[in-house]
Protein backbone atom coordinates (compact mmCIF):
# COMPACT_ATOMS: atom_id res chain seq x y z
CA UNK A 1 0.00 0.00 0.00
CA UNK A 2 1.38 3.42 -0.69
CA UNK A 3 2.06 5.48 2.34
CA UNK A 4 2.63 9.38 3.06
CA UNK A 5 4.80 10.29 6.02
CA UNK A 6 3.38 12.38 8.12
CA UNK A 7 5.16 15.21 9.97
CA UNK A 8 6.41 12.87 13.12
CA UNK A 9 7.32 9.81 11.03
CA UNK A 10 4.42 8.26 11.23
CA UNK A 11 3.74 6.28 7.67
CA UNK A 12 -0.02 6.39 6.54
CA UNK A 13 -1.40 4.61 3.86
CA UNK A 14 -3.12 7.26 0.84
CA UNK A 15 -6.37 5.31 0.66
CA UNK A 16 -8.67 4.57 3.18
CA UNK A 17 -12.24 3.20 3.84
CA UNK A 18 -14.78 6.15 5.59
CA UNK A 19 -17.77 5.24 7.27
CA UNK A 20 -19.99 8.31 7.58
CA UNK A 21 -23.64 7.63 7.42
CA UNK A 22 -23.22 3.95 7.67
CA UNK A 23 -25.88 3.83 10.96
CA UNK A 24 -26.49 0.34 10.56
CA UNK A 25 -24.32 -1.55 13.11
CA UNK A 26 -24.53 -4.65 11.50
CA UNK A 27 -23.94 -3.02 7.63
CA UNK A 28 -20.95 -1.20 9.52
CA UNK A 29 -19.41 -4.26 10.28
CA UNK A 30 -19.75 -5.90 7.31
CA UNK A 31 -18.75 -3.24 5.26
CA UNK A 32 -15.38 -2.38 7.55
CA UNK A 33 -14.57 -6.23 7.16
CA UNK A 34 -14.97 -6.34 3.37
CA UNK A 35 -12.82 -3.21 3.12
CA UNK A 36 -10.13 -5.00 5.30
CA UNK A 37 -10.24 -8.18 3.21
CA UNK A 38 -9.93 -6.45 0.05
CA UNK A 39 -6.88 -4.62 1.34
CA UNK A 40 -7.81 -1.10 2.72
CA UNK A 41 -5.65 -0.33 6.01
CA UNK A 42 -6.85 2.96 6.75
CA UNK A 43 -10.75 2.95 8.68
CA UNK A 44 -11.41 6.32 9.60
CA UNK A 45 -14.69 6.82 11.84
CA UNK A 46 -15.69 9.35 14.44
CA UNK A 47 -17.29 9.97 17.71
CA UNK A 48 -20.33 11.56 16.29
CA UNK A 49 -20.71 8.74 13.63
CA UNK A 50 -21.78 6.55 16.46
CA UNK A 51 -20.62 3.48 14.63
CA UNK A 52 -16.80 3.10 16.45
CA UNK A 53 -18.39 -0.18 18.73
CA UNK A 54 -19.00 -1.91 14.88
CA UNK A 55 -15.89 -0.58 13.60
CA UNK A 56 -13.96 -2.32 16.36
CA UNK A 57 -15.65 -5.59 15.97
CA UNK A 58 -14.88 -5.91 12.56
CA UNK A 59 -11.25 -4.99 13.34
CA UNK A 60 -11.35 -7.78 15.85
CA UNK A 61 -12.63 -10.01 13.38
CA UNK A 62 -11.11 -9.66 10.62
CA UNK A 63 -8.15 -11.48 11.79
CA UNK A 64 -5.85 -8.27 10.77
CA UNK A 65 -2.92 -7.67 12.79
CA UNK A 66 -3.55 -4.49 15.17
CA UNK A 67 -0.61 -2.88 14.05
CA UNK A 68 -1.01 -3.48 9.96
CA UNK A 69 -4.21 -1.28 10.26
CA UNK A 70 -4.34 2.58 10.76
CA UNK A 71 -7.22 3.57 12.60
CA UNK A 72 -8.74 7.28 12.59
CA UNK A 73 -11.36 8.98 15.04
CA UNK A 74 -12.34 12.35 16.03
CA UNK A 75 -13.46 14.54 18.60
CA UNK A 76 -16.89 15.97 18.30
CA UNK A 77 -17.72 19.67 19.72
CA UNK A 78 -19.42 18.89 22.63
CA UNK A 79 -16.47 17.24 24.16
CA UNK A 80 -14.21 20.26 23.35
CA UNK A 81 -11.90 20.93 26.19
CA UNK A 82 -8.68 19.62 28.47
CA UNK A 83 -11.13 17.14 30.79
CA UNK A 84 -13.29 16.16 28.18
CA UNK A 85 -11.30 15.53 25.54
CA UNK A 86 -9.61 13.27 27.27
CA UNK A 87 -12.48 11.14 28.64
CA UNK A 88 -13.86 11.21 25.11
CA UNK A 89 -10.55 9.77 23.79
CA UNK A 90 -10.62 7.03 26.61
CA UNK A 91 -14.21 6.29 25.48
CA UNK A 92 -13.55 6.08 21.97
CA UNK A 93 -10.89 3.87 22.90
CA UNK A 94 -13.11 1.16 24.62
CA UNK A 95 -15.65 1.09 21.87
CA UNK A 96 -13.41 0.06 19.21
CA UNK A 97 -11.59 -2.06 21.72
CA UNK A 98 -8.09 -0.75 20.96
CA UNK A 99 -5.29 -0.14 23.56
CA UNK A 100 -4.11 2.90 20.96
CA UNK A 101 -5.19 4.96 18.43
CA UNK A 102 -3.38 5.92 15.18
CA UNK A 103 -5.06 9.32 14.46
CA UNK A 104 -7.11 11.38 17.08
CA UNK A 105 -9.00 14.29 14.88
CA UNK A 106 -10.12 17.63 16.37
CA UNK A 107 -13.13 17.11 13.79
CA UNK A 108 -14.34 20.66 13.98
CA UNK A 109 -12.81 23.93 14.71
CA UNK A 110 -15.40 24.86 17.14
CA UNK A 111 -15.45 25.59 21.05
CA UNK A 112 -12.45 24.88 22.97
CA UNK A 113 -10.06 23.81 20.83
CA UNK A 114 -6.85 24.88 22.14
CA UNK A 115 -7.93 22.69 25.81
CA UNK A 116 -8.84 19.44 23.08
CA UNK A 117 -5.22 19.97 21.68
CA UNK A 118 -3.76 20.19 25.35
CA UNK A 119 -5.10 17.39 25.78
CA UNK A 120 -4.33 15.22 22.58
CA UNK A 121 -0.29 16.46 23.04
CA UNK A 122 -0.64 14.65 26.29
CA UNK A 123 -2.14 12.07 25.18
CA UNK A 124 0.73 11.46 22.30
CA UNK A 125 3.04 12.37 24.80
CA UNK A 126 1.86 9.36 27.10
CA UNK A 127 2.27 6.77 23.53
CA UNK A 128 -1.60 6.37 23.37
CA UNK A 129 -2.03 8.20 19.99
CA UNK A 130 0.16 7.73 16.98
CA UNK A 131 -0.34 10.95 15.33
CA UNK A 132 -2.83 14.07 15.84
CA UNK A 133 -4.61 16.07 13.58
CA UNK A 134 -7.31 18.55 12.86
CA UNK A 135 -10.42 18.07 10.60
CA UNK A 136 -12.19 20.98 8.76
CA UNK A 137 -9.36 23.73 9.98
CA UNK A 138 -9.48 26.83 7.79
CA UNK A 139 -5.86 28.54 7.24
CA UNK A 140 -6.62 31.01 9.95
CA UNK A 141 -7.61 28.11 12.72
CA UNK A 142 -4.70 26.18 11.77
CA UNK A 143 -2.30 28.64 12.36
CA UNK A 144 -3.63 29.47 15.43
CA UNK A 145 -3.25 26.39 16.79
CA UNK A 146 0.42 25.82 15.03
CA UNK A 147 1.56 28.98 16.71
CA UNK A 148 0.18 28.64 20.44
CA UNK A 149 1.03 25.11 21.15
CA UNK A 150 3.80 22.47 20.52
CA UNK A 151 2.54 19.86 18.54
CA UNK A 152 2.03 20.73 14.68
CA UNK A 153 -1.42 18.98 13.54
CA UNK A 154 0.03 15.96 11.54
CA UNK A 155 -3.11 15.94 9.27
CA UNK A 156 -6.02 18.33 8.12
CA UNK A 157 -9.06 16.50 7.13
CA UNK A 158 -11.19 18.43 4.52
CA UNK A 159 -13.69 18.51 2.02
CA UNK A 160 -11.80 17.91 -1.22
CA UNK A 161 -12.69 16.40 -4.55
CA UNK A 162 -13.06 17.70 -8.27
CA UNK A 163 -15.50 20.00 -7.22
CA UNK A 164 -13.67 21.81 -4.48
CA UNK A 165 -10.02 21.12 -5.01
CA UNK A 166 -8.26 22.78 -2.31
CA UNK A 167 -5.24 24.25 -4.50
CA UNK A 168 -4.40 27.24 -2.23
CA UNK A 169 -5.01 25.41 0.88
CA UNK A 170 -3.36 22.50 0.29
CA UNK A 171 -0.55 24.31 -0.83
CA UNK A 172 -0.58 26.18 2.39
CA UNK A 173 -0.72 22.86 4.39
CA UNK A 174 2.37 21.46 2.56
CA UNK A 175 4.33 24.64 3.56
CA UNK A 176 3.60 23.93 6.76
CA UNK A 177 4.15 20.23 7.24
CA UNK A 178 0.61 19.29 7.78
CA UNK A 179 -0.65 16.23 5.72
CA UNK A 180 -3.83 17.28 3.72
CA UNK A 181 -6.86 14.53 3.81
CA UNK A 182 -9.83 14.21 1.80
CA UNK A 183 -13.15 13.89 2.43
CA UNK A 184 -16.17 13.71 0.65
CA UNK A 185 -13.76 12.24 -2.66
CA UNK A 186 -16.80 11.96 -4.53
CA UNK A 187 -18.67 14.65 -3.29
CA UNK A 188 -21.11 12.51 -1.60
CA UNK A 189 -22.64 11.65 -4.90
CA UNK A 190 -23.94 15.39 -5.54
CA UNK A 191 -22.75 17.53 -8.74
CA UNK A 192 -24.05 13.68 -10.74
CA UNK A 193 -20.43 13.35 -10.20
CA UNK A 194 -20.59 9.67 -11.38
CA UNK A 195 -22.29 10.61 -14.52
CA UNK A 196 -19.49 13.76 -14.96
CA UNK A 197 -18.64 14.21 -18.99
CA UNK A 198 -15.22 15.02 -18.26
CA UNK A 199 -14.38 12.23 -15.65
CA UNK A 200 -16.29 9.91 -17.92
CA UNK A 201 -14.25 10.23 -20.48
CA UNK A 202 -10.91 10.52 -19.02
CA UNK A 203 -12.40 7.00 -17.35
CA UNK A 204 -13.51 5.01 -20.42
CA UNK A 205 -9.77 6.13 -22.31
CA UNK A 206 -8.11 4.12 -18.96
CA UNK A 207 -10.75 1.42 -19.05
CA UNK A 208 -12.06 2.64 -15.41
CA UNK A 209 -14.79 3.37 -13.57
CA UNK A 210 -15.48 7.47 -12.41
CA UNK A 211 -15.13 6.21 -9.06
CA UNK A 212 -11.56 5.43 -9.89
CA UNK A 213 -10.63 8.17 -11.41
CA UNK A 214 -11.57 10.39 -9.01
CA UNK A 215 -9.85 8.65 -6.37
CA UNK A 216 -6.42 8.20 -8.38
CA UNK A 217 -6.62 12.26 -9.43
CA UNK A 218 -6.68 12.67 -5.99
CA UNK A 219 -3.60 10.59 -4.87
CA UNK A 220 -1.77 11.84 -7.88
CA UNK A 221 -1.66 14.94 -5.84
CA UNK A 222 -0.62 13.44 -2.75
CA UNK A 223 -4.23 13.45 -0.79
CA UNK A 224 -5.05 10.89 1.34
CA UNK A 225 -8.81 9.91 0.05
CA UNK A 226 -10.97 7.46 2.16
CA UNK A 227 -14.11 6.62 0.33
CA UNK A 228 -17.25 5.30 1.34
CA UNK A 229 -19.78 2.37 0.44
CA UNK A 230 -21.96 -0.08 1.54
CA UNK A 231 -21.80 -2.49 -1.17
CA UNK A 232 -18.99 -4.89 -1.95
CA UNK A 233 -18.19 -4.40 -6.06
CA UNK A 234 -17.63 -0.77 -5.36
CA UNK A 235 -15.71 -1.05 -1.78
CA UNK A 236 -13.26 -3.36 -4.41
CA UNK A 237 -13.46 -1.41 -6.89
CA UNK A 238 -12.48 2.35 -5.03
CA UNK A 239 -9.43 -0.20 -4.27
CA UNK A 240 -8.57 -0.82 -7.35
CA UNK A 241 -6.52 2.50 -8.52
CA UNK A 242 -2.87 1.54 -8.12
CA UNK A 243 -2.54 -0.01 -11.67
CA UNK A 244 -2.88 3.17 -14.21
CA UNK A 245 -1.69 6.62 -14.10
CA UNK A 246 -3.77 9.92 -15.15
CA UNK A 247 -1.99 12.14 -17.51
CA UNK A 248 -0.51 15.41 -17.10
CA UNK A 249 -3.66 16.29 -19.79
CA UNK A 250 -6.11 14.50 -17.86
CA UNK A 251 -5.02 16.35 -15.07
CA UNK A 252 -5.36 19.88 -16.34
CA UNK A 253 -8.78 18.42 -17.52
CA UNK A 254 -9.68 17.71 -14.29
CA UNK A 255 -8.53 20.99 -12.47
CA UNK A 256 -10.71 22.93 -14.72
CA UNK A 257 -14.39 21.19 -12.78
CA UNK A 258 -12.88 23.25 -9.53
CA UNK A 259 -15.67 25.85 -8.09
CA UNK A 260 -13.25 26.33 -5.64
CA UNK A 261 -16.52 26.85 -3.06
CA UNK A 262 -17.10 24.37 -0.09
CA UNK A 263 -20.15 22.49 -1.93
CA UNK A 264 -20.56 20.40 0.93
CA UNK A 265 -20.13 22.20 3.95
CA UNK A 266 -19.10 25.89 4.09
CA UNK A 267 -17.23 26.62 7.16
CA UNK A 268 -17.94 30.29 6.54
CA UNK A 269 -21.11 30.11 7.62
CA UNK A 270 -23.03 31.06 10.69
CA UNK A 271 -25.91 28.76 10.67
CA UNK A 272 -23.83 25.62 9.95
CA UNK A 273 -21.38 26.54 12.90
CA UNK A 274 -24.48 27.05 15.02
CA UNK A 275 -26.08 23.76 13.64
CA UNK A 276 -23.22 21.55 14.39
CA UNK A 277 -22.28 23.01 17.50
CA UNK A 278 -25.74 21.99 18.73
CA UNK A 279 -25.74 18.21 17.11
CA UNK A 280 -24.89 15.72 19.73
CA UNK A 281 -24.45 11.81 20.16
CA UNK A 282 -25.24 9.77 23.01
CA UNK A 283 -23.47 6.79 24.27
P1 LIG B 1 -18.09 10.00 -0.40
O1 LIG B 1 -17.10 8.94 -0.06
O2 LIG B 1 -17.66 11.16 -1.21
O3 LIG B 1 -19.35 9.39 -1.16
C1 LIG B 1 -20.04 8.30 -0.67
C2 LIG B 1 -21.20 8.05 -1.66
O4 LIG B 1 -20.69 7.54 -2.90
C3 LIG B 1 -22.16 7.02 -1.13
O5 LIG B 1 -23.47 7.41 -1.55
C4 LIG B 1 -21.75 5.74 -1.87
O6 LIG B 1 -22.87 4.89 -2.03
C5 LIG B 1 -21.28 6.29 -3.19
N1 LIG B 1 -20.24 5.45 -3.82
C6 LIG B 1 -19.12 4.97 -3.24
N2 LIG B 1 -18.37 4.30 -4.13
C7 LIG B 1 -19.02 4.37 -5.31
C8 LIG B 1 -18.74 3.87 -6.60
N3 LIG B 1 -17.62 3.21 -6.86
N4 LIG B 1 -19.63 4.12 -7.59
C9 LIG B 1 -20.77 4.82 -7.34
N5 LIG B 1 -21.10 5.31 -6.13
C10 LIG B 1 -20.21 5.10 -5.12
O7 LIG B 1 -18.78 10.59 0.94
P2 LIG B 1 -18.46 10.53 2.48
O8 LIG B 1 -18.81 9.22 3.05
O9 LIG B 1 -19.13 11.70 3.07
O10 LIG B 1 -16.89 10.78 2.62
C11 LIG B 1 -15.97 9.74 2.82
C12 LIG B 1 -15.51 9.68 4.27
O11 LIG B 1 -14.95 10.92 4.69
C13 LIG B 1 -16.66 9.47 5.28
O12 LIG B 1 -17.16 8.16 5.28
C14 LIG B 1 -15.99 9.89 6.55
O13 LIG B 1 -15.15 8.88 7.06
C15 LIG B 1 -15.19 11.10 6.08
N6 LIG B 1 -15.93 12.38 6.28
C16 LIG B 1 -15.42 13.27 7.18
C17 LIG B 1 -16.04 14.50 7.39
C18 LIG B 1 -15.44 15.46 8.36
O14 LIG B 1 -16.11 16.45 8.72
N7 LIG B 1 -14.22 15.25 8.81
C19 LIG B 1 -17.21 14.82 6.70
C20 LIG B 1 -17.73 13.89 5.78
C21 LIG B 1 -17.07 12.70 5.57
P3 LIG B 1 -22.96 3.42 -1.38
O15 LIG B 1 -22.46 3.49 0.03
O16 LIG B 1 -24.42 3.13 -1.48
O17 LIG B 1 -22.11 2.53 -2.24
Known sequence: MQSVTLNNGVEMPILGFGVYQIDD??????????????????????AVYSNEKAVGRAIKQSGVPREEIFVTTKLWIQDAGYKS?????????????????????????????HGSWRAMEELYHEGKIRAIGVSNFLNDRLMDLIVHHEI???????????????????????DHHVQIESWGPFAEGKNNIFKNEVLASIAEKHHKSVAQVALRWLIQRG?????KSVHKERIIENFNIFNFELSRADMERIAKLDSKENLILSLHDPENVERLSNMKFHD
Open 25 to 46: ENVCEESVCNALMEGYRLIDTA
Open 85 to 113: ARKAFETSLNKLQLDYLDLYLIHMPFGDI
Open 152 to 174: VPTVNQVETHVFTQQVENAQFMK
Open 223 to 227: IVAIP
